[in-house]
Every structure is written in C-alpha cells, then in structure tokens.
C-alpha cells in the first residue's frame, strides 16, 4: 500500500530501520499453512536464528516502543501502544516456552511453529514502529519556502513587486496592496505607510525598509483532550479486560489436554490485536497525505479531532472570498460614445503606465482582444488619475475631482454614478480636454467573489456552521459583496468590538475556525481553529497546527469533511479490530482450539484496506453548487 511503501523524504535511520522491521511482517507471508512451498524452508530448521532475529527487532530496534510503554504504565496508562507490547511479549514468551520444550529430533512442522510465534510477537512491536515512522514521514513538510528577504533599505521602481514586508521611508506612490489595505482596492502609500510582501507597486518610486517577518501569534499549546483518541484507549482497556476474564474463566474450567499456559500467551497475542497498530495510523497518514494534496499543510494531527468540534466558520475580508486585485465590472458613457470604443482609449492610456486602476482596464480590453494605439505624454498625479494622447485625444481617468481640476463637467453622470456607489462599486471618470472638454463616461469597479466563494459558503451552512465575515459593514462594497455571497452575518475588521462578537459567537456555536490572510482578529481561544490562508501568513504563523498555500476557499469545507471522515474511519478499524480478536483469538480459545495467524492476517489486511480506500474515494473541491 502507499503509506507502507512511501520512502519520500524519509530520514537515513528510518530507511535503515525499514527492511528490519519489514522482515518479521515478511516471515510471517512466507510461513503460512502454505510453507512447503516458502524459499525460507532451506532455514526453518534451526529456530534459534529466528528467536535472535526477533529479539534483535523486539527489544533492539523496538526499544523506542518499549520505553514509551514502561512510561506509560508507570503512569498506570492503558492504551493501544500497551496493549501492543503485551501481546508482543505473550507472543516472544510463548515461542521461549515452545523452544524450550521441542525435542532435540523436532521435525520441520514443530519449529515452523516456533518461527511464526516468535514471529509474530517481532511483528507487533514492527507495527508500531512502523507506524511512528509512517506519520513522521506524513507530516514532515514538503512545502517550500519563501524567497529569502533582502535586508536593509530596497528601492521599489514602478510596476514592480514589492520583495518584502516593510515600511516606506521615501516615495509617494499607489499600489495594489490586498493584504495592507482595508480591501482590495488601490491604496497611496506614503513615508511612514506599511507595504507587504507581494503587493505591485504603482507609477511611483518608493524606498521601503526591510522588516523582520513577525510573530502574530507564539507557538500555543495545542488542545490534547483528544475524545478520539479517549475512545481508542477504553477500547483498549476494554481488551485487556476480556483477556483477563476469559484466562480466568478458561482456567478456572480446564480439563483438557494441551498446555493451558501456552494457550493463553497465544490467545493474549492474537487480542492484542495487530490492527490496534494501524487502527490510527493508517487513516493518519492518508488523511494527512490527502490534505497535503489540497495544498494543506497538517503540523499537528489533533487539529483533525478540533476540526470536528467547529461550529463556526469566520472569514477574514482580505484574500479568502476576494480576489487579489480590483476588476472593471462595467462602463456607462455618455451619449454618442460607444462603450467599446471608450474602453479601448482607456486601455491605451492604462498601458503607457502603471496605475493599479490602469492595470483593472487593461486587463478588461486584453480579455477581449482589442486592439490598442499608443499613447503618448503619459502623466499621473498619484492616487487622482492620470492622463495621455492617444487616437488625436487628450484622455484623463481619474476621480471625478481630478476632471474637473481639468475643467470637465460630470453632471451629466452624476445620478448613474451615485447609484453605482449605492451598490459598492468604486468610479474612475473618463474624460477629454482635447479637441473638447467634456466627460466620456464612467467606469465601475467592483470585488466579485473568487471562484468557489460562494459554493464554499452554501455548503458551510449546510454542515450546519454558522458563517461571518471580518468586513466593514459602513462599506458599500462590502454590503453587497456580503449579499452575494449570502453569508451569515459581517464582524467589524480590526476593532475591539469584534473580540465581543467573537465570544457571542462562540457561545452560541461552539469552538470557532477562523480563515484569514492577514492578521487574525483580537478573542480567540485555545479551543479555536486558526487556518492561516496562504504561504507567507503560513511562515508568520508557526504556532498554528494547519495552514493552506492554495486560495481555495471550497478547501475549508473539504477540510472538514476531511476531519469527519478521519475519524469515522479510526472507529471503523477499530471495530474491525474488535471483530478480528473475537474471531481469530477469543473464540478459538474458549472452543480449545489452536488459532491460525495467517487468517488472522487477512483480517488485518482488511483493516489497512478499508482505511486507505475509505479516505482516498472522499472527493475533495468538488463540493460544487450553482453559483449566482
């Protein structure tokens, strides 16, 4: 299977590890009810060499387990790494006590007894060192790094990156700044603004110092009242209670031939049982390994277990629902002037520089193919509008005071405009002072949801999350956009009353996951979720247990699905578990039958099966409904 073969990135001492912990699982296969047949008959001969062998990987290479379980019980702590290496060592005994009572002239059939016993036990503690080695390897990341930041002062020329956090210490310039600024729109940074990582620089020239990346939050103590993992240790418990029953019972009532002690050391072994090993293990590393596949970075696996516990999704404004830059939405012109053609001068005026707003109209007329004359004398007055020659006319784009500074009259407009500002759009006048001064019309800008925000908000509520927003809800844009979205309800984006919010909240929901971008919002809890919402908020964030380098919000409603079916698969195996050591252990020691491991071995199989199948059949991003 895949997490048992998987040597990606897997460490020198795990690798070296992994042959000999796989050679008594191997040993095993090759020495069924079918080992006439085994290349390992020229050697079944002589069991010491196996007792070695197993007492090599049992109490050599296993001794990590061996120590993590004398811990643990001097704790009094009974659970499934317990339970494992008490069966271990009933399984290593019982091939002792075989050895030792086997008769100089053994045949073949006796010794390959001792062999799968000793086997066996080998096996139990290869079990769970294997499966500390498949989650290691399952969480160590593969995620790459950020671009390493100069240092010092960086001097930032128009229409470039800005190559990392930093306070600008000279220039005037606006820059298209989602992360910085209150929402997506273009803002004018000036000595003393704060600049982010990846934010385009406008038409202005700007000298930004160089800021060590932050903290926002320290490493926390992750929540460890882990109900699953509670549930899996009385289940254990539960185990050992039978055992012991049964062993008494039977003991109390034999009167057949047959060692009963050599009974019960097999009955306890097989009880253990193998599956206990992988009962977590195994949906571990594929849910582990799914999430990574969705660009989902898994620090901690008890998030799966606080996942399941949200009752609440809140979004924060910048980066998750909104794309990362403005959009021209549409144009009304004025009488007589076609909108295409009104565009297209537009664009030729964007495209002499490196306005932001610019940029939103070039991208308009590049969608769709026009063809664009150049523009000449290209000026721009920062964060007012800019102005060229283009087609024999004098263009302007700005606000609606920069035209008129130039002597255009917009009155005409000026009821489609205020209605366009009703509705959240954001307006860049067009007009000309060449061969006339007059206005040519208005364009609208807007914030459309980005794909998936509204598939990803239908489905929270339909999980039964109850859904907010950080955003301004004095903003237009943000009204609408929250309209559209149709999500639950808006929470002020960086006040102190949001801290209130969020408890109200919480009290009314439960435990709260909360997506951002940016900063996370003053009031969380250690019972709440943080899912940092990209790479660099992802590196500013080390205390966090998960975090995501895709922006896709449908990701948050697989991750809890992911979380759900996690778990759903850890009680199934458990079950199965349960099921296999009443079948192959249990029943044949109360019938006074010998127990065969190699169908024992079958329903272990089962059990690796159905975890991985079980998750990997999960569909993931395609929790699609028709979005308005």
């Keep these: 299977m895949r997490w048992l073969g998987a040597t990606q990135n897997m460490t020198l001492v795990d690798g070296l590890r992994l042959p000999l912990l796989l050679a008594p699982l191997l040993v095993l296969g090759l020495t069924g009810t079918w080992w006439g047949l085994s290349p390992l008959k020229p050697v079944l001969d002589y069991a010491p060499a196996m007792l070695a062998a197993t007492a090599l990987v049992q109490f050599g290479i296993g001794l990590p387990v061996h120590l993590r379980m004398i811990g643990k019980l001097a704790r009094l702590q009974v659970d499934g790494d317990t339970l494992l290496i008490v069966g271990a060592g009933a399984a290593f005994v019982l091939g002792l006590l075989r050895y030792r009572h086997m008769p100089a002239d053994a045949e073949i059939d006796m010794q390959v007894v001792v062999w799968r016993d000793a086997a066996f036990g080998a096996g139990l503690v290869s079990v769970a060192m294997l499966g500390d080695i498949i989650l290691r390897q399952a969480q160590r990341s593969v995620l790459l790094p950020l671009p390493r930041a100069p240092a010092g002062r960086v001097v930032v020329p128009p229409g470039d990156l800005i190559p990392a956090d930093g306070v600008v210490v000279d220039g005037l310039s606006e820059i298209q700044d989602p992360v910085g600024a209150d929402d997506i729109f273009p803002i004018v940074v000036r000595p003393g603004a704060r600049v982010h990582l990846g934010a385009r620089n406008g038409d202005g020239v700007l000298t930004i110092e160089v800021q060590k990346a932050a903290q926002t939050i320290a490493a926390r103590h992750v929540v460890t009242d882990d109900r699953l993992q509670a549930v899996l240790d009385w289940m254990a418990r539960g185990t050992l209670a039978i055992v012991l029953v049964v062993i008494v019972v039977q003991f109390w009532q034999w009167s057949g031939p047959g060692d009963p002690v050599a009974a019960a050391l097999r009955m306890l072994s097989l009880a253990a049982p193998l599956g206990l090993g992988f009962v977590a293990t195994a949906p571990s590393s594929e849910a582990l390994t799914m999430a990574r596949r969705l660009g989902v970075e898994i620090r901690d696996i008890a998030v799966f277990d606080r996942l399941r516990r949200i009752g609440g999704v809140v979004i924060g404004h910048r980066g998750v629902l909104v794309p990362d830059r403005l959009r021209l939405i549409t144009v009304t012109p004025v009488d007589g002037v076609a909108a295409a053609d009104l565009i297209r001068r537009a664009a030729a005026v964007a495209e002499a520089g490196f306005d932001p707003w610019g940029k939103a109209i070039l991208d308009f007329a ?25 087609e024999n006319q004098e263009i302007l784009i700005g606000t609606r005071e920069f035209l008129e500074q130039h002597g255009i009259d917009c009155k005409v407009l000026g009821s489609a405009a205020a209605k366009a500002k009703e509705q959240g759009r954001r307006l860049r006048w067009v007009g000309e002072t060449f061969p006339k001064r007059q206005v040519l019309g208005v364009m609208l800008f807007g914030a459309p949801s980005v794909s998936g925000a509204v598939e990803a908000v239908k489905n929270l509520e339909r999980l039964g ?8 809800a004095d903003d237009a844009a943000h009204v609408a956009l929250a309209k559209h979205l149709k999500i639950g309800r808006l929470l002020p984006d960086g006040t102190e009353i949001v801290e209130e919010k969020l408890r109200k909240m919480r009290g009314k929901s439960g435990p709260l996951l909360v997506v951002a971008a940016d900063e996370p919002p003053q009031g969380l809890t250690g019972k709440d979720v943080m899912l ?30 992911l979380a759900s079916r996690h778990r759903q698969m850890v009680l199934m195996n458990a079950a199965i578990a349960y099921i296999a050591a009443l079948l192959f252990a249990f029943a044949p020691f109360w019938l006074g039958r010998r127990s065969d491991l190699g169908s024992y071995e079958v329903g272990v199989v089962l059990i690796l099966a159905l975890s991985s199948l079980g998750l990997r059949a999960m569909p993931t991003t395609a929790n699609e409904v028709d979005e308005e």
């Excluded at 919402?533 to 990701?555: A, N």
Aim: proline fraction near 6%; charge should be positive; glycine fraction near 10%.
């Design 366 to 390: 590049v969608t769709y193919r026009m063809r664009l004359k150049p523009a000449t004398h290209y000026q721009n007055k920062i964060g007012s509008g800019m102005s060229a020659r283009t």
């Design 465 to 472: 999350l109850e859904t907010a927003w950080l955003a301004n």
């Design 532 to 561: 940092p919402f990209g790479r660099r908020l992802m590196e500013q964030m080390p205390g966090t247990g998960i975090g995501t380098i895709r922006h896709d919000p449908r990701i948050i409603v697989d991750l809890l699905r």
